[in-house]
């Protein structure tokens, strides 16, 4: 679960607003942001980056981590209303989901379809790398202490095989498509999931066709 209803709420009350006024402003209704503020729920995508936008705030701190009220009075956060003034533009992700695997499976490498692929604008630090969204469908990187769930997305960031030192969480592209631990050496690969379940899968590198590293998760709300 992410931090943004606690931050939103010490932001709001710094900004001596009541959940009224701040849900005018960003484009909600009462209950959602009061909803947000107490955990009961995570907000869409549009609403972070719109949120963030406005207070001038960075989304991953917005997401991450409880933010101090130092850290909130050093943001710019005079409030307009000029929508041009917002940055809304930001790269296009392709996001693997669970109707479009096979396809992807098949046709990862063909320009023509990636183009087509349902995407989502999303900030990254480095626009000039290859990201991926992808949604979880399984619960092979799940264990007793919670991991990941169907429906969780994540985001991926694409690495060559020869960057990889040290075993790391990525959606590996073989002739299937695996989310798991990976571990490398000279000539295999192994995939381990966290549900203790099951099994490791043992793959030979030279099958490896792309290698995509996990470096966000955005989790779909559920009840602790």
């Known amino acids: 679960m992410s931090h943004f209803g606690t931050n939103i709420k010490k932001l709001r009350r710094l900004k001596s607003m009541s959940q009224t006024e701040?849900?005018?402003?960003i484009g909600l209704k009462r209950g959602a942001l009061g909803a947000y503020e107490e955990g009961r729920s995570e907000p869409k995508v549009e609403t972070i980056i719109h949120t963030a936008n406005y207070f001038s705030i960075s989304i991953?701190?917005?997401?991450?981590?409880?933010?101090?009220i130092n850290e909130l009075l050093n943001f710019n956060t005079d409030l307009t209303t000029d929508e041009s003034q917002l940055r809304t533009t930001f790269p296009k992700i392709?996001?693997?989901?669970k109707s479009n695997y096979t396809d992807y499976v098949k046709y990862y490498n063909k320009e023509n379809f990636v183009s087509k692929m349902p995407y989502m604008e999303w900030p990254v630090e480095e626009a000039?790398?290859?990201?991926?969204?992808?949604?979880?469908?399984d619960l092979e990187m799940s264990d007793n202490k919670g991991g990941l769930y169907p429906k969780d997305i994540i985001l991926l960031e694409k690495i060559e095989i020869n960057d990889i030192s040290t075993p790391i969480k990525a959606l590996v592209l073989y002739d299937e498509l695996r989310f798991r631990n990976l571990h490398?050496?000279?000539?295999?690969?192994?995939?381990?999931?966290?549900?203790?379940?099951?099994?490791?899968?043992?793959?030979?590198?030279?099958?490896?066709?792309?290698?995509?590293?996990?470096?966000?998760?955005?989790?779909?709300?559920?009840d602790i």
């Open 22 to 25: 701040l849900a005018d402003l």
């Open 60 to 68: 991953d701190g917005l997401l991450t981590r409880e933010l101090s």
């Open 128 to 137: 000039s790398k290859s990201y991926r969204f992808y949604e979880i469908t």
């Open 184 to 222: 490398i050496s000279a000539e295999q690969a192994i995939l381990k999931a966290e549900h203790p379940a099951i099994e490791d899968v043992l793959i030979q590198t030279s099958e490896i066709k792309e290698i995509w590293a996990l470096v966000g998760v955005y989790q779909k709300f559920r």
């Open 94 to 97: 392709p996001f693997i989901t």
